[in-house]
């Protein structure tokens, strides 16, 4: 199973700071037809999670574009720039090449 | 806009059976994979189960493969899941989710809980 390594798994911002967030694969998410399945959900407290960025850094329908996606093979990053109090939550990754689907255990974002 | 409902969660006993329901609208169901995922109390996402647009192709990790079965009515418009013999450690929020980039739309979620 490809296993995806969040990182760091809590972080404290303030409002209008910036903040990454690291994603790594422990194979290639790179699918047999050249794209790559990695995808940003966040899932804010007492929510369904919500879809961020698809493939890497594609951005989801009304997703604010304060939000960023990066990377390759089996690095990735988020981007949150100008944090807003509705960005607190759980940030998950999710890889959506290889079977069994799997994601990240996810970084908690809280707003000093 | 897209909504996706599920239902029939509820208490069972271990060994047991349960089947979840999701009901969708807003877009054309049976142009879509569709899929199940789960989150125990506290914890982090599990993908449980994606079914093609035709229910022709199933996929399932090991943790339920055998025990679970995905399905849907592309004329109802719903998706379905099959839990048979239960454990405790099925107890969870199961969400039903649309395979459109990712997981491109969510449901509430439903709470299954697993215990005698």
């Known amino acids: 199973d490809v296993v995806m390594t969040q990182t760091p798994p809590s972080l404290s911002v303030a409002i209008g700071q910036s903040v990454s967030i690291s994603c790594k694969s422990s194979?290639?998410?790179?699918?047999?037809?050249?794209?790559?399945?990695l995808h940003w959900l966040l899932q804010s407290p007492g929510r369904s999670p919500k879809r961020l960025i698809y493939?890497?850094?594609n951005l989801g329908s009304g997703v604010p574009d304060r939000f960023s996606g990066t990377g390759s093979q089996k690095d990735f990053t988020l981007k949150i720039s100008r944090v807003e109090a509705e960005d607190l939550g759980v940030y998950y990754c999710a890889q959506t090449t290889h079977f069994p689907f799997t994601f990240g255990s996810g970084t908690k974002l809280e707003i000093k | 806009e897209v909504q996706l409902v599920e239902s029939g969660g509820g208490l069972v006993q271990p060994g047991r059976s349960l089947k979840l329901s999701c009901a969708a609208s807003g877009f054309t169901f049976s142009n879509y994979y569709m899929a199940w995922v789960r989150q125990a109390p506290k914890k982090g996402l599990e993908w449980v189960a994606t079914?093609?647009?035709?229910?022709?192709?199933?996929y399932y990790p090991d943790s339920v493969k055998g025990r679970f079965t995905i399905s849907r009515d592309n004329a109802k418009s719903s998706l379905y899941l099959q839990m048979n013999s239960l454990k405790s450690e099925d107890t969870a929020t199961y969400y039903c989710?649309?395979?459109?980039?990712?997981?491109?739309?969510w449901g509430q979620g439903v709470m299954v809980t697993v215990s005698s």
């Open positions: 194979q290639s998410l790179v699918y047999s037809d050249g794209k790559t399945y």
């Open positions: 493939q890497v850094s």
């Open positions: 989710a649309r395979h459109e980039s990712g997981y491109g739309d």
């Open positions: 079914i093609s647009t035709s229910g022709s192709r199933t």
